[in-house]
C-alpha cells in the first residue's frame, strides 16, 4: 500500500468519501432497524461535528439494501445530510448483498474523486445471509458478494482503491464478510444491531483519543482494523 | 429594556429568596421553599454556573424535588427595570429578611435588580386561544416599546416559534417536558425538540434549571489579553540586528557542514559591550527592524547578545490547504527576561492548538502566556534562581507547576465567560455547530475540556541551565556543545498531556524537565509543532538550506540535524517546507522556536 495515501489528511482540498451500506432486510425489523437508525444519526452527526461545520472534509453515500438495493443518498457533503427523516424499518425483503455491493461500486464512480481525494471508506452492516435475487441464502449468493466486493476493492479510481469494512450481527456469516472486508481485520462481529449506536460513530469516524488532530486515511484505517478501544 | 410577551404563559408573581451564586451582572436566586436551602454553596454545577453567570440576562427555572408543578421562573436582567409588575410582589427585599441575609453575605446586589415570576407552562394548543388572557392582548408586563436590537430578536423568535417566549433573546421550548424529563438528572442537557429555538435547561439534583439567551453572535472577538513582557534592558537598533541585516550576519551561517565554533560566531562589530540597561525600556513595544513577527502576536524580543544567547521563533499557517482549513491556531514567541538578580533569561515557545476543539488559537495564546507569566515569576522571585544551582531543587517545580496551572486556569475561566457574555461563535465553527457542540447541545458539558485546547512546548533558558514545559506533542531537542566543540543533540520529548480546562496541576509537574549543562558551554533547546515534525525526512531535509544542515551522524529525527539561528532562519525554513505538497509534507500549522545560550570564548565562566 502507498505510504502517501495513508499519510493524507482529510481536508477540504483532500475530502474523503464514505458509504455506507446499510442491511434494511426483514430480519431487521424492530429493534434492530431502529438501532440501526439511531447509530446512523449519530455517525453522520459525529463526521459533521469534525467538519466544523464549514468544512467539506466528507462526502456521504447511503445505500440501503433488501431483496434489491438503492440510494438513499448519493455523494453529499456531510453538511448538508438531512436525517432527521431517514429511518430504516425492515421492509426491504431478503439480503441482496451482491447487489449492494455492486452499486456502492458505480456511486464511486460516478463521484468522479480526483488523485487529491482521500481514498474511500466503504462501510456495510448486515444481519443475514446473502441472498440471490430470488431471496435464496445460497453460497453462489455468497459468492457473487465475495466476488463484488473483489470488484469494489480494486476499482481503479484515481484517488485510490476503496476500503471496505464490514459489520456483522445477528445471522451474519462471519466467512462471508471476512472476505467481503479488505482484509479479516476490518470485518467486526457485533452482539446485536444494538451495539451499533456506540460502534459505527466510534470506529467510522477518524479521530484519536488524545490526539484528535490526526486525521488521516492511515489512521482510519488503524482504527477500523482494531475497532474501538472497550473499557473493561 | 425588555419587554415581556406572556402570550403563552400563565405568570404569577413569586419573591426571591435565596441568593445562590452572584456575578458582576448576574444573581441567582432560588426560593426558600427549594431544597437548595440545605445545600452548602451554589446548587449548579461549576460549568453550568460559567454559563448562566456569562449571560447579560438569564432565566433561572427551580422545580422543587416534591412539587411538580409549577416551575418557577425567574428572569434576570443585566440592568434594573424601568418599570414592571412591582405592584404585584413588594419591592423591597428588606420584607425578605431571609433572602436579604443571605444576599449580604454572599455579597450580591438587592432585588433592585431581579424581577421575578413564577412561570407554569401551559398546553401550546390553549395558549394563543383568542378569549385567552395569557394572549399577546393582555399584556402584563410593562407596555415600553422595545428598541431595535429586541425588536430584531423578537422578530428571530417569532420565526422559530418556540413555545413561550419571556423577554428579550429568551425562549422557551417545552418547560414541562424538560422539566419532567429532566427532574432527576444531573448536568447539561439540550431540551428535546429545542432545535429551532436552542435552549439551555441545566439540572442539579434539586432540579433547578437555567435558560439562557443562546443567539449567538458571529463577532470575532478581539485576541485575549497577553502577558506584559517585564521591563528589560534597553532596546535600541542594536548591532547585533544591525549587523544582520547588512549582511554580516552571513559569519552566523558559515558555509560549514558543522556547528560553528564559537570564533565564527562572534565577529568583532558585536563583541563589544553592551548598552546598558534602562529598566524604564519595555521590549514589548521596540521591535529590531529585522526581528520577525509571530503573524500572530507582536510577542517577541530582539536578540540583544547573538554571541551568548542566541534565540528566535516563527509561526506558519503551512500548507495552503491547512491555511484554508482553519488559518493558523499555532502560536510562537521568544522573549528576553531577567531574574532576580537581572541576569538575561531566554524564554521560547510554540504552542499548537487543537483544531478540533474550539477557540483553540487562543488556547495557543493563553498557553504560552502563562507560561510566561508563571516563568517570571519563578525567575523573579529569587535572586539565586537565575542559578543550575537553584534549578536542582525539587521544590522550584512544585512552585511553577501550581505557578502555571493557576496562570493557564485563570485565564481560560474568564475568556469563555467572556466568550460566553459576548455570544462570540468561534469563527472556525458554523455557528449551529458551535452551538450545539459548546453551549446547547447534549456534549456541552463534557466538551467544555475542548475549549482553548492546546499543546505548549517552552524553554526558559539561563547563561548556564534552564527548564522547560512540555504540554502535548511536538518535538524538541537538547543541544549541549562542549569546549572541545563536541556536540551532543537528543530528542527528549515525552507524550503528556496538552493544555486544557481539565489540565491538573499534578499533570503540569510531570510536563516540566530541567536543562542542566553537563559539563557543555554551550547549551540548546529547538521546539517545534507536530506540524513540523510529523512531516517526512526528505521534506525536513530538503527544506533547511545548506547552511543549517548538519552531518547526519546518529541522528534519530531529521530535525536534529537542523540548526536554526535567527528568526529568518525558522521562517524561511517553514516557508520552503509549505511549498511542499502533501503528504511529503504535513498539512498542519508550523511552528519553531530555538534558544541556545551559554559561554563565548570571551566571556568568564
Not at chain 2, 427555572?61 to 443585566?78: E, G, H, K, T
Not at chain 2, 399577546?136 to 430578536?153: C, G
Not at chain 2, 504540554?471 to 556543545?481: C, E, Q, S, T
Request: with cysteine; hydrophobic share 40%.
Amino acid at each position: 500500500m502507498r505510504q502517501d495515501i495513508l499519510k493524507k489528511n482529510i481536508t477540504g482540498r483532500n475530502p474523503m468519501h464514505i458509504v455506507l451500506i446499510a442491511d434494511d432486510s426483514v430480519s431487521m425489523a424492530g429493534e434492530p432497524a431502529k438501532a440501526a437508525t439511531k447509530a446512523i444519526h449519530a455517525w453522520v452527526n459525529e463526521l459533521y461535528v469534525r467538519t466544523r461545520g464549514k468544512k467539506p472534509y466528507f462526502r456521504f453515500s447511503l445505500l440501503c439494501f433488501g431483496t434489491h438495493a438503492g440510494v438513499a443518498a448519493e455523494a453529499l457533503d456531510i453538511r448538508d445530510v438531512e436525517m432527521k427523516s431517514f429511518a430504516l424499518d425492515g421492509t426491504s425483503g431478503t439480503t441482496n448483498l451482491a447487489e449492494a455491493l455492486s452499486l456502492a461500486a458505480e456511486v464511486l464512480e460516478r463521484d468522479g474523486a480526483t488523485a487529491d481525494h482521500c481514498p474511500p471508506f466503504v462501510f456495510l452492516f448486515t444481519d443475514g445471509r446473502p441472498t440471490n435475487a430470488a431471496g435464496k441464502a445460497t453460497e453462489e449468493a455468497a459468492r457473487a458478494a465475495i466476488e463484488r466486493a473483489e470488484t469494489l476493492k480494486l476499482l481503479d479510481l484515481a484517488c485510490g482503491s476503496p476500503f471496505v469494512v464490514a459489520i456483522g450481527f445477528g445471522k451474519a456469516r462471519d466467512d462471508i464478510l471476512q472476505q467481503v472486508a479488505s482484509t479479516p481485520r476490518m470485518y467486526h462481529r457485533l452482539p446485536s444491531a444494538q451495539a451499533l449506536v456506540s460502534f459505527l460513530p466510534e470506529i467510522g469516524t477518524p479521530t484519536v483519543e488524545g490526539d484528535p488532530d490526526e486525521t488521516t486515511v492511515g489512521r482510519l484505517l488503524e482504527k477500523v482494523s482494531t475497532g474501538p478501544i472497550r473499557e473493561a | 429594556m425588555m419587554r415581556r410577551d406572556a402570550s403563552r404563559i400563565d405568570v404569577q408573581p413569586c419573591a426571591p429568596t435565596v441568593a445562590i451564586a452572584s456575578s458582576p451582572n448576574v444573581q441567582v436566586f432560588l426560593p426558600a421553599s427549594s431544597e437548595v436551602m440545605g445545600e452548602a454553596g451554589p446548587a449548579l454545577p461549576p460549568a453550568a454556573w460559567q454559563l448562566v453567570s456569562a449571560a447579560p440576562e438569564c432565566l433561572v427555572l427551580v422545580r422543587d424535588s416534591d412539587d411538580a408543578d409549577p416551575v418557577r421562573a425567574y428572569l434576570i436582567p443585566q440592568a434594573p427595570p424601568e418599570a414592571g409588575p412591582s405592584e404585584s410582589f413588594p419591592d423591597d427585599a428588606r420584607n425578605y429578611p431571609d433572602y436579604f441575609a443571605e444576599s449580604e453575605a454572599l455579597g450580591v446586589a438587592t432585588t433592585a435588580e431581579i424581577e421575578p415570576y413564577a412561570v407554569r407552562a401551559t398546553d401550546t394548543s390553549t395558549a394563543s386561544a383568542p378569549d385567552d388572557p395569557r394572549s399577546p392582548e393582555a399584556p402584563f408586563d410593562e407596555p415600553t416599546a422595545p428598541d431595535d436590537s429586541e425588536n430584531q430578536l423578537l422578530a428571530r423568535q417569532a420565526q422559530s416559534a418556540p413555545l413561550a417566549t419571556l423577554g428579550a433573546g429568551i425562549a422557551v421550548s417545552s418547560i414541562t417536558d424538560a422539566g419532567a424529563v429532566q427532574a432527576d438528572v444531573a448536568g447539561i442537557t439540550e431540551v428535546p425538540d429545542s432545535a429551532a429555538s436552542p435552549v439551555l435547561l441545566v439540572t442539579s439534583k434539586v432540579t433547578a434549571g437555567a435558560v439562557r439567551d443562546t443567539a449567538v453572535s458571529i463577532v470575532v472577538p478581539p485576541a485575549p489579553p497577553m502577558s506584559t513582557i517585564l521591563p528589560t534592558v534597553e532596546i535600541q537598533p542594536s548591532d547585533d540586528v544591525v549587523y544582520v541585516m547588512r549582511g554580516q550576519g552571513d559569519a552566523l551561517r558559515p558555509e560549514l557542514p558543522v556547528f560553528p565554533s564559537p570564533s565564527l560566531e562572534a565577529p568583532q562589530t558585536v563583541s563589544e559591550p553592551h548598552p546598558v540597561s534602562s529598566p524604564e525600556a519595555s521590549a514589548r513595544t521596540s521591535m529590531a527592524p529585522s526581528e520577525v513577527a509571530s503573524p500572530l502576536g507582536q510577542w517577541t524580543t530582539p536578540v540583544r547578545v547573538p554571541l551568548e544567547r542566541r534565540f528566535g521563533s516563527f509561526s506558519s499557517a503551512g500548507p495552503k490547504a491547512a491555511e484554508e482549513d482553519k488559518g493558523n491556531q499555532d502560536f510562537a514567541f521568544h522573549l528576553e527576561v531577567p531574574d532576580g538578580a537581572g541576569r538575561p533569561w531566554v524564554l521560547v515557545g510554540v504552542a499548537d492548538g487543537v483544531s478540533q476543539s474550539t477557540w483553540s488559537a487562543r488556547g495557543a495564546r493563553h498557553a504560552s502566556a502563562a507560561f510566561i507569566e508563571a516563568a517570571t515569576e519563578l525567575l523573579q522571585s529569587s535572586a539565586a534562581s537565575g542559578t543550575e544551582c537553584a534549578l536542582q531543587g525539587d521544590a522550584w517545580p512544585v512552585r511553577f507547576a501550581a505557578c502555571f496551572h493557576d496562570a493557564v486556569m485563570k485565564r481560560t475561566i474568564e475568556d469563555r465567560e467572556y466568550l460566553l457574555a459576548g455570544r462570540y461563535t468561534d469563527p472556525t465553527w458554523t455557528p449551529e455547530a458551535f452551538e450545539s457542540e459548546f453551549i446547547t447541545g447534549p456534549r456541552a458539558k463534557e466538551n467544555v475540556s475542548k475549549w482553548f485546547q492546546s499543546t505548549l512546548l517552552a524553554v526558559a533558558m539561563g547563561r548556564t541551565g534552564g527548564f522547560g514545559l512540555f504540554l502535548g506533542d511536538g518535538f524538541a531537542r537538547v543541544d549541549r556543545i562542549y569546549q572541545d566543540h563536541r556536540r551532543e543533540t537528543a530528542s527528549v520529548l515525552q507524550p503528556t498531556r496538552p493544555v486544557s480546562a481539565w489540565l491538573t496541576q499534578q499533570e503540569v509537574h510531570v510536563g516540566i524537565v530541567r536543562f542542566a549543562p553537563k559539563g557543555a558551554r554551550r547549551l540548546g533547546v529547538v521546539v517545534t509543532t507536530d506540524g513540523v515534525s510529523k512531516s517526512s525526512t526528505e521534506a525536513l531535509i530538503k527544506a533547511a538550506s545548506p547552511a543549517l544542515l548538519q552531518a547526519p551522524r546518529n541522528a534519530q529525527h531529521p530535525l536534529e540535524r537542523i540548526d536554526f539561528r535567527s528568526s529568518q532562519d525558522c521562517q524561511a525554513y517553514l516557508q520552503r517546507l509549505a511549498m511542499m505538497s502533501a503528504p511529503e509534507v504535513e498539512v498542519d500549522n508550523m511552528s519553531i522556536a530555538f534558544v541556545l545560550c551559554g559561554q563565548t570564548p570571551d566571556s568568564q565562566p
